[in-house]
Nanobody, 119 residues
Framework: VQLQASGGGLVQAGDSLRLSCAASGRTFSSPYMAWFRQAPGKERDFVAAIHWTSGRSYYADSVKGRFAISRDNTKNTVSLQMNALKPEDTAVYYC?????????????WGKGTQVTVSS
């Protein structure tokens, strides 16, 4: 499975941004698609995840109500709609696929895309 993330950029606080992740190849042993993010000097943290089949979604408390994850099974893509962005959302965002949404269960990582939110 190869994952290609896109859609990052520089925005102002309060703006919206949409990230997309294209997955080439599918493995049913890694049914969760997730987004993680890593700010400079910090660990890579969970942001959101979605199950390919059920569509059930999960969010970190810090983004609940602002971010929305979705998937398009026909196109093998997962998107992250980010609204009401804050400077603390600034990070490199990584698309991932795994057996669950937990960091230790991630099997595949895509290259990151930078999101910068200015105040």
């Amino acid at each position: 499975v190869q994952l290609q993330a896109s859609g990052g950029g520089l925005v102002q606080a309060g703006d919206s941004l949409r990230l997309s992740c294209a997955a080439s190849g599918r493995t049913f042993s890694s049914p969760y698609m997730a987004w993680f993010r890593q700010a400079p000097g910090k660990e890579r943290d969970f942001v959101a995840a979605i199950h390919w089949t059920s569509g059930r979604s999960y969010y970190a408390d810090s983004v609940k109500g602002r971010f929305a994850i979705s998937r398009d099974n026909t196109k093998n893509t997962v998107s992250l709609q980010m609204n009401a962005l804050k400077p603390e959302d600034t990070a490199v965002y990584y698309c991932a696929a795994g057996r669950s949404s937990r960091f230790q269960d991630i099997d595949y990582w895509g290259k990151g895309t930078q999101v910068t939110v200015s105040s």
